[in-house]
């Protein structure tokens, strides 16, 4: 029930806050964000750092296909008008801390658990990289032209 829960509430963010006519530009972000999740969930099967507890159906519903999705959508769809390092460094803050705070919920609640020498700072220094990353996908290949193209 906790996956099918956070799927449910991250489609339902989704869909009351996103910007539907900005798939073009976003959704290659979050097939590059996914394409990162599948080589991290690879990496773990051999040398295990964390592990989602539970049926890994319900783990995949949950994590692949609402959580990655729906927060590299928003990141973008909110990325800064002023792209300044003070704007930025605000905006990765508070991502990252949204970002941290979810993995906060699941650990707490017994469905991820750290292995080996991973911590929950390992993540949260992760989260920068990644959201880094993402945006940095987003401006190298100019996605943002793919919203001003008409339909």
Same mark, same amino acid.
């Given at each position: ?21 900005? $798939?073009?530009? @976003?959704? *290659? ?8 999740? !599948? %080589? ?5 099967? #051999?040398?295990?750092? $964390?592990?989602? @507890?539970? *049926? ?8 692949? !296909? %609402? ?5 590299? #959508? ?78």
């Amino acid at each position: 029930m906790f996956y099918i829960t956070w799927f449910i509430f991250a489609w339902t963010i989704w869909l009351v806050f996103s910007d539907k006519n900005r $798939w073009r530009e @976003i959704i *290659p972000v979050c097939i590059f964000a996914k394409t990162l999740a !599948l %080589a991290t969930d690879v990496l773990m099967f #051999y040398y295990p750092l $964390w592990e989602y @507890i539970g *049926p890994p159906y319900f783990i995949h519903l949950g994590e692949d !296909l %609402a959580i990655y999705p729906v927060v590299t #959508y928003l990141f973008i769809q909110w990325l800064p008008n002023s792209r300044a390092a003070k704007n930025m460094i605000s905006y990765w803050l508070l991502w990252t801390t949204v970002a941290i705070s979810i993995e906060l919920i699941y650990v707490s609640s017994g469905y991820l658990r750290y292995h080996q020498w991973w911590t929950i700072w390992h993540s949260y220094m992760a989260d920068w990289f990644l959201y880094w990353l993402f945006y940095q996908f987003h401006k190298i290949f100019r996605l943002e032209k793919l919203s001003s193209e008409k339909e």
